[in-house]
């Protein structure tokens, strides 16, 4: 996730030196670029979808409703039924789309939505698109089908030569992930579209958090999406790379459509719309309504740390407990003050994120590790997720396959929570652009905590402490005892050793 934009400067210098010859033949983006405008349709309450959550918001109004998707399974669900559900728009923001059996099966969905008159509208970022294009293109050509890339890069075939020559520019990504239908009903979180985070691969897993959102919210959403789609951030695929010829195409749909057919995805997915109708208004019976903000940065304005600032104020009126589940957790100055300060009030806070065992960028464990005994000094209570942490793991297709956490979410003195993108971190606080719900709901703030709860018991997760010589350890119960760790639980000495030559690299501010 990070290996491109963590290079330490040393590096990154020699690095120039080396490809300067090719650097200067480095390629442009197109100046003039054919890019109309485009907007969420304001006929949302007149689709079916738009007619059912339309009554019901009428009768919460001023509120917004949201259901907790808490894991993969349903999660991915939802997102195909929303294509089979949709009937005038269909658009999807993501950070991470994977080539995969999960990220071919939404392609598919999406393009029948297309098909069947649906405007789709996707806007990926540019990062993890590598050798796409020609699909992405292929796609694009469809009907009713529109692809733009988020701040891309200039040269398509060697990414690391705009990292080298355009790093101001190219190292701010986009990790938003919205999908929303008919500017009606919304899904909001930390989930990319792949295998990990849909609990089907064979591998590994994410612990992952979404929701979906229904009233007056979805249409900042909308707004949102509306806003990065027509800015100058985002560029039309068309005008980065050739249309294919037909025949290229037709060939390349085709055998993505073959590829899925020899995938046989674990999940039971149904395309009877009166089915889908039908679930859709079971949830609705369950949505959770309260206040809510939709807040988001500003990728001309990411000065302004409009996430950062909104999450200040609202820790400045916290007396009683914080829960914090993030995935990767890097503290700066002025947030480790923050955790002292509220724990000298009496304010319960309690962190879960990964372990070095769990944790899938060694750079963000690195960050995290520099700091783990002040942030103990300073108040917390800290727990980091086990690597076969057994939460939820009856949804998954392998119980030999390697948990991780990818949750992005808080709960403030049970009454407010925060669900978004946005880890606790200065690349989410700074550098990239995230989306975070904020939302005032005592019932969704007790769903959430008995989720986090979850998450940190002890067949979940290690309790990270200072011993009597105030050294760390980490406690745990496995096999039905108690079992404690004086380094870092089921890690290599090659991962440690990395830790430790990544902590003195002057990267944090990257992290």
């Not at 509306?226 to 055998?255: H, M």
């Not at 807040?295 to 407990?321: C, F, G, M, R, T």
Request: aromatic share 8%; glycine share 4%.
């Amino acid at each position: 996730m990070y290996s491109t934009t963590t290079l330490s400067p040393l590096f990154r210098i020699a690095l120039l030196l080396l490809l300067m010859p090719l650097l200067n033949s480095c390629s442009s983006l197109p100046e003039h670029v054919d890019k109309p405008s485009s907007f969420a349709t304001n006929d949302y309450q007149h689709s079916a979808v738009g007619r059912v959550l339309a009554d019901v918001s009428v009768q919460h109004a001023p509120q917004s409703g949201f259901f907790l998707v808490d894991n993969g399974a349903d999660a991915f669900t939802a997102r195909v039924a929303m294509t089979g559900l949709a009937e005038k728009t269909l658009d999807l923001q993501y950070y991470i789309w994977e080539a995969d059996a999960t990220g071919r099966l939404l392609a598919d969905n999406v393009i029948r939505a297309a098909a069947r008159g649906v405007r789709v509208r996707v806007l990926l970022d540019d990062n993890n698109l590598h050798e796409r294009d020609e699909l992405l293109v292929a796609l694009d050509a469809l009907p009713n089908v529109s692809i733009r890339i988020f701040n891309p890069f200039a040269n398509r075939d060697f990414h690391v030569a705009d990292f080298l020559g355009d790093l101001e520019r190219v190292n701010h990504r986009m990790h938003n992930k919205t999908m929303i239908i008919d500017n009606a009903l919304a899904v909001v979180g930390g989930r990319n579209i792949g295998d990990h985070y849909f609990s089907v691969s064979p591998e590994s897993n994410f612990r992952d958090l979404d929701v979906l959102a229904a009233g007056p919210v979805v249409r900042k959403v909308s707004e949102q999406f509306d806003y990065f789609w027509n800015g100058t951030w985002s560029v039309p695929i068309s005008a980065l790379v050739e249309f294919p010829a037909v025949d290229e195409q037709k060939q390349r749909l085709l055998q993505m459509r073959q590829r899925i057919s020899q995938d046989h995805y674990p999940y039971p997915l149904s395309s009877n719309y009166t089915e889908l109708f039908n679930q859709l208004q079971q949830i609705v019976g369950q949505l959770r309504w309260g206040d809510c903000q939709f807040i988001w940065d500003d990728p001309a304005q990411l000065d302004e740390a409009k996430i950062v600032n909104a999450l200040y104020q609202e820790l400045q009126q916290v007396k009683h407990s914080l829960l914090i589940e993030s995935a990767y957790f890097v503290l700066g100055e002025r947030a480790m003050a923050m955790v002292k300060q509220l724990s000298s009030a009496g304010v319960s806070v309690r962190v879960l994120t990964n372990s070095l065992a769990s944790n899938d960028v060694l750079a963000a464990h690195a960050g995290h590790a520099k700091h783990r005994e002040q942030l103990l000094e300073n108040g917390a209570n800290l727990y980091e997720l086990r690597p076969d942490a057994l939460a939820r793991r009856t949804e998954i297709v392998s119980l030999k396959s390697r948990a991780a956490l990818h949750t992005k979410a808080m709960v403030f003195d049970n009454r407010t929570v925060y669900i978004g993108s946005f880890n606790l971190d200065p690349r989410s606080s700074f550098i990239n652009t995230e989306t975070v719900l904020a939302i005032n709901s005592d019932a969704l703030a007790q769903q959430l905590t008995e989720f986090m709860e979850d998450g940190v018991k002890p067949e979940n997760s290690y309790h990270v402490e200072r011993n009597a010589d105030g050294n760390l350890h980490w406690t745990t119960i496995e096999q039905g005892q108690v079992v404690s760790y004086d380094s870092d639980p089921h890690s290599s000495a090659w991962q440690r050793f990395m830790v430790g030559l990544l902590q003195v690299l002057p990267i944090e501010s990257q992290l």
